[in-house]
């Protein structure tokens, strides 16, 4: 079973800043199978990023996704204030699995 | 426009069962591999279970093996999740979302709001 950890756990940045999130997969994967996901409070996740670097639909580019073999990264790019949430890391080979989290809060 | 409603969560006591459903709408359902995703409350997601677009292929995490089954119905374009010999460490809000892809599982585009279900004696 491939484990996915994230990190940090929490960021905390002021809007205007840039971030980069990590995910490393405890096995070489595919990006094709890596996917990122943002979850506001009381909200359901919504897909960020796909195949590790491809926008979904309606994101904006000020998100970006990059990564190979075991680690993967988000970086958003001039943090505004709706970015700030939980994003999670997801591996979609065989059984799907995600990582734990990384709560990216105001400073 | 996508939406997916999920239903059926509520309150079971230990070893007890539910039967959670999701109805789809705005796309051609059929064509779409779909998941039941959880979240314990103040917690992360966890995937649950998998169902390709035809219902031919089932995919479940090893949590729930033997005691979940999931399912569909693509005339009623309605999923839905069997859950049986219920444990304390269910208790989430479950979410339906459906795969970019009609076979396999990959990555989730539309998600419901979730429904709730807490297992307690």
């Known amino acids: 079973e491939i484990v996915l950890t994230q990190s940090p756990g929490t960021l905390s940045l002021s809007p205007g800043e840039g971030a980069t999130l990590s995910c490393r997969a405890s096995?070489?994967?595919?990006?094709?199978?890596i996917a990122w996901y943002q979850q506001k409070p009381g909200q359901a996740p919504r897909l960020l990023m796909y195949?590790?670097?491809s926008r979904a639909t309606g994101i904006p580019d000020r998100f970006s996704g990059s990564g190979a073999g075991t680690y993967f990264t988000l970086t958003i790019s001039r943090l505004e204030p709706e970015d700030f949430a939980v994003y999670y890391c997801?591996?979609?080979?065989?059984?799907?699995?995600f990582g734990q989290g990384t709560k990216l809060a105001i400073k | 426009e996508v939406q997916l409603l999920e239903s059926g969560g509520g309150l079971a006591q230990p070893g007890g069962s539910l039967r959670l459903s999701c109805t789809a709408s705005?796309?051609?359902?059929?064509?779409?591999?779909i998941s039941w995703v959880r979240q314990a409350p103040g917690k992360g997601l966890e995937w649950v279970s998998g169902?390709?677009?035809?219902?031919?292929?089932?995919y479940d995490a090893d949590s729930v093996k033997g005691r979940f089954t999931i399912s569909r119905d693509n005339s009623k374009n309605t999923l839905y999740l069997q859950m049986n010999s219920l444990r304390a460490e269910d208790t989430a809000l479950y979410y339906c979302?459906?795969?970019?892809?009609?076979?396999?599982?990959?990555?989730?585009?539309?998600w419901g709001q979730g429904t709730l279900v807490t297992v307690s004696s």
């Open positions: 979302a459906r795969s970019r892809c009609s076979n396999g599982i990959c990555e989730l585009d539309y």
């Open positions: 705005g796309f051609t359902f059929s064509s779409h591999a």
């Open positions: 169902i390709s677009g035809s219902g031919s292929d089932t």
């Open positions: 096995q070489s994967v595919s990006s094709s199978y």
């Open positions: 195949s590790a670097s």
């Open positions: 997801q591996l979609h080979r065989n059984l799907p699995t």
